[in-house]
């Protein structure tokens, strides 16, 4: 596991929290990627051919007060031996360390808002120290949602602050209620964007066009993707991608026509 990453934002702190990782499959997982695309960044992969993707919470804290985005894959491992196709191998169970590192207890949260509800981003979700937390997602999350967390839940529409300086933007295709948000570091502060499962890595940025194989909706996330893009271009905004192994936090270049990714933090 790696240790947690933590940007400051005006009057927000943000800390990643890493839970785990997972192997994607790079032609199955883009299935519309040309393979000359992979061998050309061979380098991106780990040594058993998959790009990894890293799995984890978001803490966001302002003044006294706490939340998280996303709560990973849980307490679990998956071995090779028993994956599923594109996936490969699946590890979780380092949260909890991670959130004692950033200084902060489980009690201390308040809320935890989902970008989705995909056992990736639920994992911790029913931690007892989290009874008293309140649970947000978008209302076609809560319904299609096959293991949903007890206690109060809310249920976001687009634009919606869930927390000070926290509002949901709807970003449907992956899921159809997947939303991503937008953090506004005080009156005249810099701004981020989670980014959520719109993105899987920052190689997909080479062609907006390439569905991940869990789109529920491709043209739909495809316009999702863009619309993360045009927020990540804004001037002055910082990323956060929690599935980009090693660079969660970023900026956007769109300039020269091509997309980059260069991370910070």
């Known amino acids: 596991m790696t240790e947690p ?19 994607l499959d790079p032609r199955a997982w883009f299935p519309g990627s040309p393979a000359a695309f992979w061998a050309d960044h061979a380098g991106h992969l780990d040594e058993e051919g998959y790009l ?3 799995v984890g ?7 006294d007060r706490a939340m998280l985005l996303d709560t990973g894959f849980g307490p679990a491992r998956i071995p090779a031996d028993h994956t599923i196709p594109p996936l490969g191998r699946i590890e979780g169970g380092g949260l909890p360390d991670a959130l004692a590192a950033a ?3 489980w009690e201390s949260v308040d809320t935890v808002a989902f970008t989705h509800l995909h056992d990736d981003h639920v994992g911790w979700a029913g931690h007892e120290g989290l009874r008293t937390a309140r649970f947000a997602a978008s209302a076609e999350e809560w319904r299609g949602a096959h293991r949903p967390p ?18 949901a933007l709807a970003t449907p295709g992956h899921t159809r209620g997947h939303l991503s948000y937008l953090i506004c570091g005080g009156p005249d502060g810099p701004d981020a964007v989670v980014v959520g ?16 194989a869990s789109d ?28 980009f192994s090693g660079a969660v936090f970023g900026r956007l ?4 026509g091509r997309l980059r990714w260069h991370p910070i933090g």
Not at 7 to 22: A, F, I, N, Q, S
Not at 150 to 167: M, N
Not at 197 to 212: I, K, P, T
Not at 253 to 256: F, L, P, V
């Open 197 to 212: 499962d719109v993105l899987h890595s920052a190689l997909q940025l080479a062609d907006l066009d390439w569905r991940a």
């Open 52 to 54: 990894r993707a890293s």
């Open 216 to 243: 529920t909706d491709p043209a739909e996330a495809a316009r999702s993707r863009r619309r993360i893009v045009a927020e990540l271009s804004r001037p002055g905004v910082t990323g956060f991608a929690g599935h």
């Open 57 to 63: 919470a978001l803490l966001v804290e302002y003044e």
């Open 5 to 23: 990453v933590r940007v400051e934002l005006g009057t927000h702190r943000l800390t990643y929290l890493p839970d785990g990782h997972v192997q």
């Open 253 to 256: 270049d769109a300039s020269g």
């Open 103 to 105: 200084g902060r207890g």
């Open 150 to 167: 007890a206690g109060q839940r809310i249920a976001l529409r687009d634009g919606q602050e869930v927390f000070p300086g926290v509002t």
